[in-house]
């Protein structure tokens, strides 16, 4: 579990890093969460995931990708992926075999 902790703190500094958001920032945690079986984390990271989705786009908003053109995201994308997390979320917790 160390290592996999310092993957993660790692990868956390690269989405700082190449501002990717704080969506990008926190996700990855949620796999270690799950891993170590900690659910109280596992909800928080959860609850964090799904407040910031209407910011997902946000890093197309750093000059480190100005030279670069994005498509428009529709605007059913936050919606429906906020829908799709809220499901996974739920089967994740019938399936949990966590203490």
Known sequence: MKKARLV???????ARWFEM?????????LELAELEKDQDQIYSIREELLSCIDQIFDFRKS??????????????????LRQKLMEDFEDANENCNCD
């Open 21 to 29: 958001g704080k969506y990008h920032e926190i996700s990855i945690r």
């Open 8 to 14: 993660i703190e790692k990868q956390e500094e690269l």
């Open 63 to 80: 000059k480190l990708y100005e030279h670069m053109e994005f498509k428009e995201p529709k605007e059913e994308f936050s919606k429906e």
